[in-house]
């Protein structure tokens, strides 16, 4: 089964990580993602822009409205997210206790995936839009 | 990260927040600010033991509120602070502060603990000082570092500055659509302010100095998740970005400025530069420009020139054309001299600034650039007489080292002439 890992965490307090405090974090969270890749676990993994940088769009009304800012004004932000193969959801819990260990604080929401499409896209990560 | 790497980060990330709410409560600024270092240090106790709160802005608050209440009921009757034991189970009662905390109320009590340090009363340098103590927490000597003078003479140009703050009335009802715009536009340009600090240091000063530009972009975000669809904030935030993310390539090793056309571009930061560009792009589809997001498109054009003759030029005249018509003045026209030297030559551009002369007699980049264009020019004699006077004017070694670079290699080419004479 595919799993989707989404991760929440509050923004304001991972914006107060230092630089070598995020880097210390990342270093600690690519130890796990490197055991998971080796045993062909790992599907993408995306590290979002703060919600300053996102744009929602409304599709309730017609036409949609497009708003600056995250869909929803919660605590804690949806800030990435892995996708993930196990055998269980208690395979699942276990690799995201791992994770948990790697960078404590915040939540993660592990969603079961019913349509996965694999990615065809170079990674293009913050390149300029056009 | 250990549990006081994350304490610290989550009472940082906490703290505009909190403070603001004190400040609403208490409607004074130290008790405000004392309320909240009472908390914290209870934080520092309890959270490592019980774990931390779900939401530790309104435990600070709550328990900040209920510390400054205790200090000035003890003031009153000297009764002991009750143990920590009491002041236990919280979660029922953050929960329903939590609750009343709605984001309209906090986003005006942020906007007003940002606005009350850029008071207009205030020297730029006070208000600096002031946010970087009141919003980010900062120390004192973590601030008087950045700023290379002693601890205390921070600590008397703090307190002076709250003097002032304290004197001066900022009204505690939630400000009308008007005063909102207003207050909001103030905070930018404070915010930009300590960019600026920290964008100006060179190798002769500190990190300390350096990490202002952080705690700036910090600040915008925060500004622009309490305002979300203000295209200027999104422009102030892509500005300080797009600037930031040059910073590896600024400074060469012995810690000399590197201008942009020799810089490594290699060096330069993708991720923010990224960002940058995105919130330029958001800020873009408002159809409203202003000066914060022309100054960004100008940097998002060098940001996008994978090489120094990729750079569209004409376009970042035409965008300082804009700026100069947007608020006219001499800096930004000395800064268009530069994109009308690259596209009509420094004879052109020289002309362009000429009027200026009077204005930015005491300006170190005008008679820096005007050098620069005379040598450009082979007009040694007068070239060598503005960067004289450049250097007299430098504001730090740094900038003086890079006008000297200068001399020298005039002084090497009239050599070089005075041989080929002889």
Same mark, same amino acid.
């Given at each position: ?33 490197? #055991? ?7 599907? %993408? ?41 196990? =055998? ?29 499409? %694999? ?7 913050? @390149?300029?839009?056009? | ?36 270092? $009472?908390?914290? +240090? ?30 000035? !009921? ?25 609750? #009343? ?7 005006? $009590? ?69 005063? #909102? ?39 915008? #975000? ?16 892509? /500005? ?18 590197? /201008?942009?056309?020799?810089?490594? !571009? ?10 940058? /560009? ?9 159809? !409203? ?62 002309? +362009? ?30 070239? !060598?007489? =503005? ?24 002084? @090497? ?10």
């Amino acid at each position: 089964m595919l799993y989707a890992v989404l991760c929440y965490h509050r923004e304001d307090v991972v914006g107060a990580w230092s630089k070598a405090e995020d880097d210390a974090v990342m270093a600690k969270l690519a130890v796990v993602q490197d #055991r998971l890749a080796k045993a062909g676990r790992l599907g %993408p993994v995306a590290r979002l822009m703060p919600t300053t940088a996102a744009t929602t769009l409304r599709k309730d009304s017609d036409p949609p409205l497009v708003l600056d800012g995250p869909f929803a004004e919660t605590k804690e932000q949806l800030l990435g997210f892995y996708v993930i193969e196990c =055998a269980s959801l208690e395979a699942a819990l276990e690799t995201v206790r791992e994770l948990a260990r790697a960078n404590p604080g915040g939540a993660y929401e592990v969603r079961p995936i019913a349509v996965f499409h %694999p990615s065809h896209l170079p990674d293009r990560a913050g @390149v300029a839009p056009e | 990260m250990n549990d006081l790497a994350w304490i610290e980060a989550a009472l940082t990330g906490a703290r505009p927040q909190a403070v603001a709410a004190l400040l609403r409560y208490f409607r004074d600024l130290d008790t405000a600010e004392e309320a909240f270092q $009472d908390a914290s +240090l209870r934080a520092l106790k309890t959270w490592p033991v019980k774990g931390p709160p779900r939401d530790p802005a309104a435990w600070l608050i709550l328990v900040g509120r209920n510390a400054a209440v205790d200090a000035a !009921r003890r003031r009153r009757r000297h009764e002991p602070l009750p143990p920590d034991e009491l002041l236990s189970d919280l979660e029922d009662t953050e929960a329903a502060l939590a609750e #009343r905390l709605d984001s309209d109320d906090y986003r005006d $009590d942020i906007l007003r603990l940002l606005f009350i340090c850029c008071h207009p009363e205030l020297p730029a340098t006070q208000q600096i000082a002031l946010a970087l103590r009141i919003v980010s927490g900062l120390t004192v000597a973590q601030i008087a570092r950045a700023f290379l003078v002693g601890e205390s003479a921070m600590e008397q140009r703090i307190t002076r500055a709250k003097a002032r703050v304290a004197a001066a009335t900022v009204p505690f009802e939630a400000p009308g659509a008007p005063e #909102r715009a207003e207050r909001v536009a103030a905070v930018a340009a404070m915010i930009y302010l300590v960019f600026n600090e920290g964008y100006s240091a060179t190798g002769d000063t500190n990190d300390m100095r350096r990490q202002l530009c952080g705690e700036a972009i910090r600040l915008a #975000r925060l500004l622009l998740r309490l305002f979300p669809a203000e295209p200027e904030i999104m422009g102030l935030a892509a /500005l300080m970005l797009l600037q930031h993310a040059r910073s590896a390539a600024r400074l060469d090793a012995e810690g000399q400025l590197v /201008l942009l056309d020799a810089q490594d !571009r290699a060096l330069w930061n993708r991720t923010e530069i990224g960002e940058g /560009l995105a919130l330029l792009d958001k800020a873009l589809r408002h159809a !409203r420009p202003g000066p914060y997001q022309v100054q960004a498109a100008i940097a998002a054009l060098h940001a996008r020139a994978a090489h120094p003759q990729d750079t569209d030029w004409a376009e970042i005249d035409f965008l300082y054309a804009t700026l100069e018509a947007m608020q006219p003045s001499p800096v930004v026209t000395l800064n268009r001299a530069v994109a009308v030297a690259k596209l009509r030559g420094p004879a052109a551009a020289l002309e +362009l600034i000429a009027p200026l002369a009077e204005r930015l007699a005491g300006y170190f980049h005008f008679h820096g650039v005007r050098g620069a264009l005379l040598l450009q020019l082979d007009r040694g004699e007068e070239a !060598r007489e =503005a960067f004289n006077r450049a250097i007299a004017l430098a504001n730090s070694p740094a900038e003086a080292a890079h006008i000297r670079a200068h001399l020298d290699r005039l002084d @090497v080419g009239m050599a070089q002439g005075d041989a080929s004479l002889g």
